[in-house]
């Protein structure tokens, strides 16, 4: 089972700042198998990116990402207030979906 | 627009069953995946199962396999999770999510709350 393990744990920044969060898998992944999600207290995930550096539908452009191999990195230009969550890359591999600890983005 | 909405969630003791349901409007249900994924309190996301948009094929997370059951009804655009002998491990908010752009997760229900506790 490939294990994702996502740096920092916590990132403290201020509106306005460049955020820059980490994603590194066990093995090899395929880039086409990576997806970041954005979840708020009591919210539903929502999804951010698939294909490691595609947008969903409606998500603005400050998000992105990028990424291959074993490491991937979703950067959020300039956080706004809306931006403050934690934050989750997924990769799938072998019929199985798995899931990083995630990563807080809080305001500093 | 895509609506998914959970039911079923309750309270229950180790060693009971329960059966979650999730109900799908917005979309042409019978053409897409779907799967659960659940979140314990205060922790992270954890894919439990997943089921073809024909209920041909069904993929467990290793934690689930042969406790849980994934199950859909087309004709009623409702998604089934049979969870059997639960324990504490199984305490958490249960979330069904529409398959997208593979293998991707693009919608997702509100949850419900499903709480094992003596």
């Known amino acids: 089972e490939i294990v994702l393990t996502q740096s920092p744990g916590t990132l403290s920044l201020s509106p306005g700042e460049r955020a820059t969060l980490s994603c590194r898998a066990s093995?090899?992944?395929?880039?086409?198998?990576l997806a970041w999600y954005q979840q708020k207290p009591g919210q539903a995930p929502r999804l951010l990116i698939y294909?490691?550096?595609s947008r969903a539908t409606g998500i603005p452009d400050r998000f992105s990402g990028s990424g291959s191999g074993t490491d991937f990195t979703l950067t959020i230009s300039r956080l706004e207030s809306e931006d403050f969550a934690v934050y989750y890359c997924?990769?799938?591999?072998?019929?199985?979906?798995?899931f990083g600890q995630g990563t807080k983005v809080e305001i500093k | 627009q895509v609506q998914l909405v959970e039911s079923g969630g309750d309270m229950v003791q180790p060693g009971e069953s329960l059966r979650l349901s999730c109900a799908a409007s917005?979309?042409?249900?019978?053409?897409?995946?779907m799967h659960w994924v659940r979140q314990a309190p205060g922790r992270g996301l954890e894919w439990v199962a997943f089921i073809y948009y024909d209920g041909g094929n069904k993929y467990y997370a290793d934690s689930v396999k042969g406790q849980f059951t994934i199950s859909r009804d087309n004709s009623r655009n409702t998604l089934y999770l049979q969870m059997n002998s639960l324990t504490a491990e199984d305490t958490a908010v249960y979330y069904c999510?529409?398959?997208?752009?593979?293998?991707?997760?693009?919608?997702w229900g509100q949850g419900t709350l499903v709480t094992v506790s003596s």
């Open positions: 997924q990769q799938y591999g072998s019929s199985q979906w798995t």
């Open positions: 917005g979309f042409t249900f019978n053409t897409y995946g």
């Open positions: 093995q090899s992944v395929s880039s086409t198998y």
């Open positions: 294909g490691a550096s």
């Open positions: 999510a529409k398959a997208g752009r593979w293998p991707s997760f693009d919608y």
